[in-house]
């Protein structure tokens, strides 16, 4: 990775540092992400990393807003979606974070991955916040770590995964979007575990603060609530991804059943974080077997005033 990096700017579409090869490349990378959003980008993915194979190995870096810088590997399958400017990574997320940048909060990034969330919540337009970037794996946290060095070191990393208790586990996986320590299974890399209520412990968060929690973490999202109950009983909220293939709906199963928080889930019909009461509604909103989709659980009646008044002002721009 000697040479510097491709620059892509979102705002403008201006790619620079990028020979005539990797220009083309750019365009079917964006064209494909156009055509495949029509399907859940089903196959994006797989047809971006063959032909990542036949470019240099370099980073772009993707100019996310004016203060934010994103790094990965040129052809990377699972970011390139963000050469598509129309594309948006999350948007339920993205709502909510763009509606608390007046929240003094701290961001805690739980399964981080190159640190995407944490460098747009850490950036001004987003609001300047504190973000703790938590990533296992160690050649994801070596992009991780370039985001944060990218980004002026402006948000903490921490190399370990999240679970119901301190100790270790085997990560294994062959994508590094999908890393997991559920099973423990033989092979892989042998990582450090930590329980979410071991952040106040070590004295990387306090007792009494406003967090938002994003658990992305590959089957274990029920211990690490499990580990997280003083955390949790904070002004807090848990966005925790819900894979599409899961009918069951395990994660809002166990947070709706089995925790105080109440669950939420962003509504495309109505633009709304609905409440949960009936795990139906996720039948209807969960249409792809091959995506995630977050819920969200808190208990903290601060959020809960805080989204009422987002769904106020989504309900007024619909009208």
Not at 41 to 54: F, I, T, V
Not at 73 to 89: F, Q, T, V
Request: charged share 20%; with cysteine.
């Amino acid at each position: 990775m000697g040479q510097a990096p491709i620059q892509f700017d979102r705002a403008s579409g201006a790619l620079e540092g990028a020979n005539l090869w990797e220009r083309t490349a750019a365009l079917a990378l964006a064209t494909g992400s156009k055509i495949s959003s029509h399907f859940s980008h089903r196959g994006y993915n797989h047809c971006a990393n063959l032909l990542r194979k036949a470019l240099p190995e370099r980073n772009i870096a993707i100019k996310l807003n004016a203060d934010a810088v994103f790094e990965f590997p040129y052809g990377d399958g699972y970011w390139s979606k963000l050469l598509n400017r129309a594309y948006r990574y999350e948007d339920e997320l993205e709502l909510l974070f763009l509606d608390s940048v007046d929240v003094d909060y701290t961001f805690i990034d739980c399964g981080a991955n190159y640190g995407y969330w944490s460098v747009l919540v850490s950036s001004a337009p987003y609001g300047s916040h504190q973000a703790i970037a938590i990533e296992p794996s160690s050649a994801n946290f070596f992009k991780l770590a370039n985001n944060s060095r990218v980004n002026h070191g402006r948000f903490d990393v921490m190399k370990c995964a999240i679970g119901a208790a301190r100790g270790t586990a085997q990560l294994t996986g062959t994508k590094h979007e999908a890393f997991s320590i559920a099973g423990d299974i033989a092979g892989g890399e042998r990582v450090p575990v930590m329980a979410l209520d071991d952040l106040i412990d070590d004295g990387k968060v306090t007792a009494s603060g406003k967090y938002l929690i994003k658990l992305d973490v590959e089957g274990v999202e029920i211990e690490a609530i499990k580990g997280g109950q003083r955390l949790l009983a904070t002004d807090s909220v848990i966005l925790c991804e819900e894979h599409g293939q899961d009918r069951n709906h395990t994660v809002s199963r166990y947070i709706l059943d089995q925790t105080p928080l109440k669950l939420l889930v962003y509504d495309p019909q109505s633009g709304r974080l609905e409440t949960v009461t009936e795990l139906s509604i996720l039948d209807r909103i969960k249409v792809s077997a091959h995506v995630g989709y977050n819920v969200f659980g808190t208990a903290s009646a601060f959020w809960l005033n805080r989204i009422d008044a987002l769904n106020a002002k989504s309900a007024r721009r619909i009208q």
